[in-house]
């Protein structure tokens, strides 16, 4: 049995906490995968030791979401009462408000991306002057993510990134540990999620949460397996515009 | 001359931030720098010595450090020098990933400022070390690599010296030119925080100014029984020159 490093997920909720006392405008990001859902975990975690009363935005979900992932986003924003902590702003929102979609999706993945992606969380973080953002990149997930600090100061804003230094096998078993609520979507064979067309499942499906730890330590295959490869190439050039 | 290390045991528990203004010489900071200091000795002629003996001082308080020195950094010792100064600081914004530019070999100072302008609201709850290169050269006010077409770890500048590409006075006015860049951002700094220190919830910050080491701008000096000019700050030699540094306390 794998057990999650305690002082990891402790230096994680310090990081949270410092930040958002810190400051007074923070947006934490919920895409629905594992990731994310571990850090509004460790989010909410951190909220009930602040003492200030920071504006918090969760920005959930993903520009153009699988069906079940919008769902278990709605599932865990009312199961978790994050209304209660921020405000919910949905990223397909965010399209509708800052972008045009006058171009095939997913054609050329740059433009997609930027279009869909990198934009609308730009001008949100313009418009309402958001000092951090919270996202759960982790180090281990892709070689650009690697190249990251746990605190990316930006033009205009610092990115924190709390589960950085998280394997993925850190994620699943805190999520086993605590028995967080899994996107049903794994269960299905999704590794990763991301946007609809750029996501596909890569194995026949799990029946619990040990059967996914137990693929994954046996080698399994690469986490982002299932994510549309020419995107995985311009990685690079993606996240120098602004994606996490 | 009072010895640096003695005197940031006392005085860091009462400092909201450090500036590091990495090799400044003491005489140099008293000609060109608007803020009265005091020359102490430093504990060590180099960084590395500088931050091993130190960095247990910035252990006992919680420091953010701003760094844009890569030793200082939150991947550990990922240079194998043998120093990680992760244990030492509550946190560490790593610089020099960031935001070296290799047009000039070296993080400009304008950088760290804008970056201290960010994580300026941490002084609620911590102290903060903010780290820059200068006046340590290559200079972040001319493209020296750009000049050369070649990369920071294909020259150096003293050895362009001993070549006579460059000459003595080069090296001095380049010395120059980076401490006044870097005294500009110090000043910015300090501007920065006396209008600010409420958002903070401070009545006063408290600043101190200071180096790890010195810096040998073609002095000649008695090495194994001949007299050499020296540039920079050799590991291996322990001079005054490179052990004495400012130290200033301000209050704002």
């Known amino acids: ?10 230096h994680s909720i310090n990081l949270i906490r410092d930040f958002i006392e810190s400051y007074n405008r923070v947006a934490v990001c919920f895409s629905g995968g594992k990731d994310s859902l571990v850090l509004t975990y460790l989010t909410l975690k951190a909220l009930s030791e602040v003492k200030s009363s920071p504006k918090i935005w969760f920005i959930v979900c993903d520009p153009i979401p699988i069906e079940e992932n919008r769902g278990f986003c709605q599932y865990i924003v009312d199961k978790w009462n994050l209304n209660d902590y921020g405000e919910i702003i949905w990223y397909e929102d965010l399209v509708k408000k800052y972008s045009k979609i006058d171009f095939e999706i997913a054609k050329d993945k740059i433009r997609c991306c930027m279009e869909l992606k990198v934009k609308p969380l730009r001008k949100f973080i313009r418009d309402e002057n958001i000092e951090v953002l919270i996202t759960a990149i982790r180090g281990d997930e892709h070689h650009e993510r690697a190249k990251e600090s746990e605190i990316s100061p930006r033009e205009d804003h610092i990115r924190l990134h709390p589960l950085l230094n998280w394997s993925l096998i850190d994620v699943w078993s805190f999520i086993k540990e605590n028995n967080l609520p899994v996107n049903p979507l794994y269960f299905k064979g999704y590794l990763s999620l991301g946007c609809k067309p750029c996501t596909k499942p890569v194995t026949s499906g799990f029946k619990s949460v040990d059967e996914i730890i137990e693929f994954l330590r046996r080698g399994g295959v690469h986490e982002r397996a299932g994510r549309d490869i020419d995107k995985e190439r311009v990685m690079e050039i993606l996240r120098s515009l602004g994606y996490f | 001359m ?12 009462h400092c909201d931030i450090v500036i590091i203004l990495d090799a400044c010489r003491c005489d140099y900071f008293r000609k060109y720098s608007k803020i009265d200091c005091e020359c102490v000795i430093s504990p060590a002629s180099y960084t590395l010595g500088w931050l091993k003996v130190v960095s247990p001082l910035f252990q006992r308080y919680e420091f953010v450090a701003i760094s844009s020195h890569p030793y200082i950094n939150s991947k550990g010792d990922v240079l194998g020098h043998g120093y990680d100064a992760r244990p030492y600081f509550k946190y560490i914004v790593d610089l020099w990933n960031f935001y070296y530019d290799k047009s000039i070999g070296t993080v400009h100072p304008v950088h760290v400022y804008n970056t201290f302008k960010k994580m300026f609201n941490m002084l609620k709850k911590f102290k903060m070390l903010i780290w820059f290169l200068q006046p340590h050269l290559p200079p972040a006010t001319r493209s020296l690599y750009q000049y050369f077409k070649c990369d920071y770890n294909d020259i150096d500048i003293v050895k362009l010296i001993e070549r006579g590409v460059l000459k003595d006075s080069d090296y ?15 000043y910015k700094i300090l501007d920065y925080c006396r209008d600010r220190k409420e958002v903070v919830g401070k009545r006063e910050i408290n600043v101190l100014i200071t180096s790890d080491h010195g810096e040998f701008l073609g002095e000649e000096i008695e090495l194994n029984g001949k007299k050499v000019k020296v540039f920079s700050h050799p590991g291996n030699i322990s001079h005054p020159i490179l052990r004495t540094v400012p130290y200033a306390l301000v209050s704002l």
Do not use: F, G, H, R
């Open chain 2, 2 to 13: 009072k010895e640096q290390l003695k005197l940031l045991s006392k005085d860091l528990e």
């Open chain 1, 1 to 10: 049995m794998i057990v999650m490093d305690l002082k990891k997920v402790e």
């Open chain 2, 172 to 186: 001095v006015e380049m010395y120059i030119e980076n401490l006044q860049l870097v005294l500009d951002y110090t």
